[in-house]
């Protein structure tokens, strides 16, 4: 993908949850939020393509780090861009 969503994210439910999202990949924007702690756990914005199948439930593979989506804005409620508010999950003995 050329342009400002350089960054390709892999998108899943958790694994108790539906289905897998479909399609898995989503070209994004990937900003973090310095100043954003969310339960101090490190914030990140990321920024793309409206993509129906992401909702609070959603679970990010970006790189090997795991983001948990907190909110989502659907820009102007034109379904064509969306911005999601995602936290890192911190694995288990790092």
Same mark, same amino acid.
């Given at each position: 993908m050329?342009g400002?969503? %350089?960054? %390709?994210?892999?998108?899943?439910a958790?694994a108790?949850?539906?289905?897998?999202?479909?399609?898995?990949?989503?070209?994004c924007a990937?900003?973090?939020?310095?100043?954003a702690m969310v339960?101090?756990?490190q *914030?990140?914005?990321?920024?793309? %393509?409206?993509?129906?199948g992401?909702t609070t439930?959603?679970?990010i593979?970006?790189?090997?780090r795991t983001?948990?989506v907190q *909110?989502?804005?659907?820009?102007?409620?034109?379904?064509?861009s969306?911005q999601?508010?995602?936290v890192?999950v911190a694995?288990?003995? %790092?």
């Open positions: 050329i400002s969503f %350089r960054h %390709r994210v892999t998108l899943a958790p108790q949850g539906p289905a897998p999202t479909d399609p898995p990949d989503w070209y990937i900003a973090s939020v310095s100043t339960d101090g756990q *914030a990140y914005f990321l920024r793309g %393509r409206y993509h129906p992401i439930e959603t679970v593979d970006f790189e090997g983001l948990q *909110a989502i804005t659907d820009v102007d409620e034109r379904h064509v969306m999601v508010l995602a890192e694995a288990r003995g %790092r």
